[in-house]
Every structure is written in C-alpha cells, then in structure tokens.
C-alpha cells in the first residue's frame, strides 16, 4: 500500500488538497479530524472519548488514533494509494504507521506556512456540518450564503477554529512537528511545499510529490 502523509499545520490547506486529489478516485483520503467529527455527531463511543480533548486544542492519545488508522487501512487492498491528512500528529503515530505490515510511506510532505497568515485563515474558515468541505468567507465563499455548494448542508464556524483554540492548536502543532520533520528527514522522504500560495498553484507543486 502506497501511503502519502501530509504535515501541517492547522488551515495550511492540507485538508482541501487532499479533498481534491481524491476527487479523481485514484487516492483514498483519510482525514483523522474529519473522521473524529463524524463520530461526534453520530455520538459513536470514539466521538465521546474525543470530543473534550478537541474542544480544548489537544492531541486525543495515540493508542485511540493509531487503532483508527489500523482499522481504516485493514479496509484496503495492497495496491491502494492512500493520502493520511492529519495523521500522523505525533512521533509515535508515525512508528505505529511504519510498523504496520505491507505499508510504506512513499513520501511525507509538510505544508509549511507562516502562523500569522493561520489566524487569518482559521478565523474565516466555515466548514459544511454535513460533508465537511471548507470555504473561507473571502478567499473561498460559498455561491450562496451559509450553504455547502456540494451537498447544501449548513456552513458553520467550528467551535475548535475561533482565536482562543487556534491559538492552543498551533502550540499544540509546534511542540510536535519538529519531531516528525526529523522522524520522515532521516528516512530521506520529506518535501517541503511552501503553503503560502493560491490553491493552483500548491496543487501543481504537491503532483510532483504523488508520483
Ligand atoms: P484537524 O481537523 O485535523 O485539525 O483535527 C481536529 C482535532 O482532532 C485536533 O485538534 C485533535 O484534537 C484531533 N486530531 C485529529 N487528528 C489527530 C491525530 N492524528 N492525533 C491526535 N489528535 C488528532
């Protein structure tokens, strides 16, 4: 199985790249902060155990994140190409990723972006309640206010993207990203994209990583 792993951190655009690539079928998409928001609104066991530590900012622990992936990834054939979007957060994550049989992380590459353009990004982020697709209120707006183009589910603010929680968010980020720079720069499969630019023009960078 062919894995790709995006870093980055919090409104990098990490998550709207991956939602593009896997419109053309030829990836499957794993976002762990999507699927956690899933279980949340469907009240499901994992959404209980998450949901306090995202409200907060924090990481949720690693033995229920790496037993999310593992049973996402059992689902698949060996010769799927998989793109994780959010995971792995931390060293450990990232061991548990390698060790699992008939996988290999073709390459990780890290979206890197300056914090101050974040806030800007996060605070007029509105995401769909229902299909999770993101729009910015003045780079990105939705054709019709407050409503998803793709499935006309209502767009709100998430509770996790308002200063207070970014701002632990991105502290949160920092403390771990320096280790999984060094954990995927020594494997000698770490690319930098720089983060900071139109859609398009991230899009084109990050196909000649995906080969
Ligand atoms: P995201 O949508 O990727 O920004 O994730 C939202 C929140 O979900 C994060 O702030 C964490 O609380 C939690 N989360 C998502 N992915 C992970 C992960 N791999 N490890 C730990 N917590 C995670």
Known sequence: MN????????????????????????????????MLRAAIRADAPLGKKAQGYIKKGELVPDDIMIGLIEDALSCLDNSSQVILDGFPRTVPQAEALDKKVSTTVNSAIFFDI??????????GRRTCSQCGESYHIDFSPPKKPNLCDKCDGDLIHRPDDKVDVVKKRLEVFTKQNDGLLKYYGNRRNLNTINANKPIETVESELKQYLQ
């Open 114 to 123: 300056p914090h101050s353009e974040l806030i800007e990004r996060l605070s």
């Open 3 to 34: 894995i790709f792993v995006f870093l980055g951190a919090p409104g990098s655009g990490k998550g709207t790249q991956a939602k593009r690539l896997s419109e053309t079928k030829k990836y499957h998409h794993f976002s762990t902060g999507d």
